[in-house]
């Protein structure tokens, strides 16, 4: 079975710093999707940035930035020039593509933003 | 607007009392899936819904039915519901698109169980 793991329950980062969160996953499947998903304290799901698996390339949207290491079974995000508006609990998510519509979450990190 | 609705949003109920939250998206979505987010556990999978009629279970589908008449419903029924079903609860849906999948949720149902 798959499992996702996010070992930093929570983090701080000063306000225009960058900060970098860790997933770690465990999986014997070769096609799979990669997510990270943010929930503010109003708790609406919103999605970060995803990554294919089969995809080297590291996904960026805007201020975020995932590390793609498939081998080492390691996603994290990174988020430059950090904003007040991204504190949240940051989920990562792994999805197979192989035949099911499972998804497996992690515990997540709750991201603080010092001003 | 596309979006997924969930109802109620709020709900205290006391054990044993059979109860039923709607999931309705207008993005005519094939998938569907309900979770349940307690703290220190993340987001757990129930069930989840490829199609009408299909119905598959997630990781924690214990104590909880679902059913898919229509594309566009997806009610989470709890038969007897007990304290420890005391969550906050999110249905969300995609594509059936296998190119991403990403999935829009709801805005979640508090749900005590006294």
């Known amino acids: 079975a798959q499992t996702v793991t996010q070992s930093q329950p929570e983090m701080s980062v000063q306000e225009a710093e960058t900060v970098t969160l860790s997933c770690t996953y465990d999986?014997?499947?070769?096609?799979?999707?990669l997510f990270w998903y943010k929930q503010p304290p109003s708790r609406q799901m919103i999605l970060v940035i995803r990554?294919?698996?089969?995809?080297?390339q590291n996904a960026t949207e805007n201020r975020f930035s995932v590390n793609f290491q498939k081998a080492a079974k390691s996603f994290s995000l990174k988020i430059s020039d950090s904003q007040l508006g991204d504190a949240a609990m940051y989920f990562c998510?792994?999805?197979?593509?192989?035949?099911?519509?499972?998804?497996?979450f992690g515990t997540g990190t709750r991201l603080k933003v010092l001003a | 607007e596309a979006q997924v609705t969930q109802n109620p949003r709020y709900l205290i109920t006391v054990t044993g009392k059979k109860l039923t939250v709607t999931c309705s998206q207008n993005?005519?979505?094939?998938?569907m899936s309900w979770y349940r987010q307690d703290p220190g556990l993340g987001l757990r999978q129930i069930y989840y819904s490829m199609n009408v009629e299909v119905t598959d279970k997630g990781d924690v589908p214990e104590g909880y039915k679902v059913s898919r008449k229509e594309k566009r419903n997806f009610p989470l029924i709890l038969e007897s519901p007990s304290p420890n079903q005391t969550s906050l609860y999110f249905c969300?849906?995609?594509?059936?698109?296998?190119?991403?999948?990403?999935?829009?949720f709801g805005p979640g149902t508090r749900l005590t169980v006294l």
């Open positions: 993005m005519n979505h094939e998938y």
């Open positions: 999986t014997s499947e070769s096609d799979y999707y």
């Open positions: 998510a792994y999805r197979s593509r192989e035949g099911t519509y499972k998804y497996i």
């Open positions: 969300a849906s995609s594509t059936a698109e296998w190119t991403w999948g990403t999935q829009y």
């Open positions: 990554q294919e698996a089969y995809k080297q």
